[in-house]
Structures are given as structure tokens and as C-alpha cells.
């Protein structure tokens, strides 16, 4: 967890219950602040936020904050499971039952996974972004349809995908992969501000 010293902070938002702040600060082992100045050292902050978990730098710090979102991405259609149709599910294959995704991150690829209906376990190796996706998880479960429908999130595994993947219990019909990659991309599904967020704070997959 070394690689957060001088880059990460919790920033406690006076609305949440300090333990938990306290909670993510310590498995984290980065400082809790209560405040941030221009003197603070650390150019992003864990922050909870309109009740989510938010990922912050210093110049989103009065705007919003970034969230795993986890509503239909625009045009996606709003029922589960959504038609498997484009070219995720295209890439994944119709037929196709099990799925994991081996490099989450934002989880928009995911969701929208599990939306169309897959069985759908999710790897991340990063510890930021396994604490953004354990709130985002953790809210997708108090979503009505999901409870209407007694839907589980999916399964959130902790770790290097290389070292996962083979342990796994059972082999799932197909294996997801969406590294970041160093050059630039001419498309991304993802908004570009989480992505570069992203990099900045975890540096490029290799
Ligand atoms: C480009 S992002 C994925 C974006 C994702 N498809 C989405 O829709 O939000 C890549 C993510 O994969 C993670 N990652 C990269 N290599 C990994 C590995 N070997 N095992 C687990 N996670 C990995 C990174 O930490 C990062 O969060």
C-alpha cells in the first residue's frame, strides 16, 4: 500500500460516521484529514459523499468527485436482463453463461455485464478502486429492480487477475479483459476524467 504515501488521503465529510473514514484511512494506511489546503501534500482523497464513495483530486474537490456509477449507461435499455445486443455482447457471446471480469476498474464494462443477465464475478487488484466498487456494489444491492428481483451483486475478487484467474473454481465461459493501455485510445467507453484520475493514481497496466 506503499505506492498511496504523499498521493492519497481520506478526507472525513462531517455528514458520515468518522469510524468508517477512520475504517478506510487504516486499511488504506493513508492519513485521515478533515480538512484540505494547498498545503496538503496528497493530490487525491477518499471521500464519502450524497451517500456514495468518491474518488476526489484536488481540482474536483469543490465539484463532485468521481463514483462508480452505477445506473444504464445512456441508450442502454432500462430492464433485466437488458437484450444482449452491441458489441460487448457481441464480444462475449450470447451463449456464453459465465463471465469474469478480470480488470474491473470503473465497472461500467461490468455492469452493464450483469445487466444483460451473465453470471458475472469481477477481479480488481487495486485497492482504491476495490473500496470504490465494494460502495458501488453495496449500493447496486439497495437498487429496487435488483431487490425486486433479488438480484446478488456480482462477486468482487481481490487481486492480481494472473494469479486468480488459475485458482478459480471452475473455468467461466469467458474471460474479460480492458487493461489501460500507456498510448493513447481513440475511443473509451469511459468518461475521460475517471480514466485519467485513474492513471494518475495507478499508473498504466503492464
Ligand atoms: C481500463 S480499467 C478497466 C475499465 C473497465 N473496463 C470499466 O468499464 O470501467 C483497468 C482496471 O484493471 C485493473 N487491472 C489491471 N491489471 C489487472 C490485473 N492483472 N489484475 C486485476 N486487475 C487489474 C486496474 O487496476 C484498473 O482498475
Given at each position: 500500500m506503499h505506492k498511496y504515501i504523499g498521493k492519497l488521503a481520506v478526507l472525513h465529510n462531517?455528514?458520515?460516521?468518522l469510524a468508517l473514514s477512520q475504517a478506510l484511512s487504516t486499511r488504506l494506511a493513508v492519513p485521515l484529514y478533515h480538512s484540505v489546503d494547498r498545503f496538503t501534500t496528497e493530490d487525491f482523497f477518499l471521500s464519502w459523499r450524497d451517500g456514495c464513495l468518491k474518488l476526489l483530486d484536488k481540482e474536483l474537490l469543490k465539484k463532485g468527485g468521481l463514483m462508480v456509477e452505477i445506473e444504464p449507461r445512456?441508450?442502454?435499455?432500462?430492464?433485466?436482463?437488458?437484450?444482449?445486443?452491441?458489441a460487448l455482447a457481441q464480444a462475449i457471446g450470447r451463449k456464453t453463461k459465465t463471465v469474469v471480469?478480470?480488470?474491473?476498474?470503473?465497472a461500467q464494462d461490468s455492469l452493464h455485464i450483469f445487466r444483460m443477465g451473465y453470471d458475472l464475478s469481477c477481479i480488481e487488484r487495486s485497492p482504491v478502486m476495490l473500496e470504490l466498487l465494494t460502495d458501488a456494489f453495496l449500493r447496486l444491492e439497495q437498487l429496487d429492480w435488483v431487490t425486486r428481483l433479488t438480484l446478488a451483486s456480482p462477486e468482487l475478487i481481490a487481486g492480481n487477475a494472473i494469479n486468480i484467474l488459475p485458482q478459480l473454481e471452475s473455468s467461466p465461459d469467458c474471460i474479460y479483459i480492458d487493461p489501460m493501455f500507456p498510448a493513447k485510445r481513440k475511443k473509451s467507453a469511459l468518461p475521460k476524467k475517471s480514466m485519467l484520475i485513474l492513471r494518475d493514481l495507478l499508473g498504466d497496466d503492464m
Open positions: 462531517e455528514q458520515t460516521d445512456y441508450g442502454e435499455q432500462r430492464s433485466w436482463p437488458a437484450p444482449k445486443e452491441g471480469d478480470a480488470t474491473t476498474g470503473w
